[in-house]
């Protein structure tokens, strides 16, 4: 069955490093998604991405945050100068149609611990 | 917040009892699907329900939507030790594109 995948499984950072997440969204699916979740809280919206571009934002993704996708398979999430407070776990997401009418599929997670 | 919030946080019964879990959310929505996450894993999809429909049903799941209301619950009947997990709901609003809400979770216990 196709799945998500997501690497690295867990990072620890030094706090203002730069870490790159990598993911592989399903191969036929066109909308991408970050979420993060800190401490098995509530999953937090940060970016969604579709047709090469940012579709939408949320006020967490500033500009310490950008994606691309830079061979057409792979979906990275950096974080340009990390602080402590990043330190959660990021899902990546993906969908053939969007929320319209699709459900999401993730991945295992990236854990980062920001030090 | 124009999250989904579930309630009860956390839910603890014994196997074979039903589980019912709600989300109440505060703007129009296009559909509202439940999500489940294993401790430390992914979520994983359960069901979509839209906007023009009532209620849904899926092998031992259940689930409502009252969009007068702006709440939804979703319900595991015969609960068994594998459903421990948490389970959120995600929204999907109406004029917002490709962007999904989700809640703080319930944290289900089923005890064996």
């Known amino acids: 069955e196709p799945e998500v995948t997501q690497t690295p499984s867990h990072q620890v950072t030094q706090m203002g490093q730069e870490v790159i997440l990598r993911c592989v969204p399903i191969?036929?699916?066109?909308?991408f998604y970050w979420y993060r979740q800190i401490l098995g809280q509530k999953v937090e919206f940060l970016v969604s991405?579709?047709?090469?571009?940012?579709?939408?934002k949320s006020e967490i993704f500033d500009d310490q945050f950008s994606v691309e996708r830079p061979d057409g398979s792979n979906f990275t999430l950096k974080i340009r100068s990390t602080k402590l407070e990043d330190s959660a776990m990021y899902f990546c997401a993906s969908s053939a149609s969007g929320g319209n009418t699709g459900e999401l599929f993730f991945g295992e997670g990236s854990r980062l611990t920001v030090l | 917040s124009q999250q989904g919030e579930e309630d009860p946080q956390a839910l603890s019964i014994q196997e074979g009892e039903n589980a019912t879990m709600n989300c109440s959310y505060k703007t129009s929505i296009n559909n509202l699907q439940w999500y489940r996450q294993n401790s430390g894993r992914g979520l994983v999809h359960l069901i979509l329900?839209?906007?023009?429909?009532r209620e849904k049903h899926s092998g031992r799941l259940r689930v409502t939507l009252d969009t007068s209301k702006k709440s939804s619950s979703l319900l595991i009947t015969a609960s068994r030790a594998a459903d421990t997990a948490s389970y959120f709901c995600a929204t999907y609003l109406l004029y917002n594109f490709n962007k999904f809400y989700f809640g703080s979770g319930t944290k289900l216990n089923v005890k064996p």
């Open positions: 191969s036929n699916h066109l909308y």
């Open positions: 991405f579709y047709n090469n571009e940012i579709s939408e």
């Open positions: 329900i839209r906007s023009n429909e």
